[in-house]
């Protein structure tokens, strides 16, 4: 059974830089969200996609951050001049449309630490 | 705006006594009710839901949680606590009638810790 997986697990990388995380979900489930959790909170929506159609943005989702998911399957979450205050664990999930409160399955996560 | 309570950061109890991690959250209309599971280091692991019916929702690994409408409460419970259940538990709700929206509201979290 292959779960939701993301990569890298850890990046560290310095204020200024540009980071991607990528992002694979479940095979066959056709929703991929973002979440952010920092540390001692609970995850932060940010994005979620339905196929490759991005259909909901937090207002947390600032103009540095943007995400894609092109043809529908992977997803990368791409974070422009890193501040401090993205440091933080970035959690992807994804979900099977069955129609009524389908249940979202999250993946290791990506700890990115700017210093 | 919808939003969730865990009222307590950490519930402390003896392996093989009850234990019960409290939740409550603000919607409107109906929610959908969820409670997460997370192990240091590892993303979060689906428990249970509620969406409609029961009142008391049955799921992983011997956990279950009661949805009180009139207390807009979701607590989760499980007979006998074992060492290997502490971690971190994350109650998350989302409004039914939002039916565009997917996003879920979580809590604080609450560290469950079971002593031997």
């Known amino acids: 059974d292959t779960g939701v997986s993301q990569n890298p697990r850890h990046k560290i990388t310095k204020r200024g830089q540009n980071v991607t995380f990528r992002c694979d979900p479940i095979s066959e489930h056709n929703r991929l969200y973002w979440y952010r959790q920092t540390l001692g909170q609970g995850p932060e929506f940010l994005t979620y996609?339905?196929?490759?159609?991005?259909?909901?943005k937090s207002r947390l989702l600032s103009d540095r951050f943007s995400a894609e998911r092109p043809k529908g399957s992977f997803s990368t979450l791409e974070i422009q001049r890193t501040e401090q205050g993205d440091s933080a664990m970035y959690l992807c999930?994804?979900?099977?449309?069955?129609?009524?409160?389908?249940?979202?399955?999250f993946g290791p996560g990506t700890r990115l630490t700017v210093l | 705006a919808q939003s969730v309570a865990q009222p307590e950061d950490q519930v402390n109890v003896a392996e093989g006594n009850p234990l019960t991690v409290k939740c409550t959250y603000s919607?409107?209309?109906?929610?959908?009710l969820f409670w997460y599971v997370q192990y240091p280091n590892r993303g979060l692991q689906f428990l249970l839901k509620?969406?409609?019916?029961?009142?008391l929702v049955k799921g992983s690994y011997g956990f279950e949680a009661e949805f009180n409408k009139s207390q807009t409460s979701f607590h989760l419970k499980k007979p006998s606590a074992l060492v290997s259940d502490s971690a971190l538990y994350f109650c998350?709700?989302?409004?039914?009638?939002?039916?565009?929206?997917?996003?879920?509201?979580f809590g604080s979290g609450t560290r469950l810790q079971v002593q031997p």
């Open positions: 996609f339905q196929n490759e159609a991005q259909l909901e």
């Open positions: 999930a994804s979900s099977l449309d069955r129609g009524e409160a389908d249940t979202q399955y």
């Open positions: 919607v409107s209309g109906n929610p959908y």
């Open positions: 509620y969406i409609t019916g029961d009142n």
């Open positions: 998350a709700v989302r409004a039914a009638m939002d039916t565009g929206r997917r996003a879920l509201t």
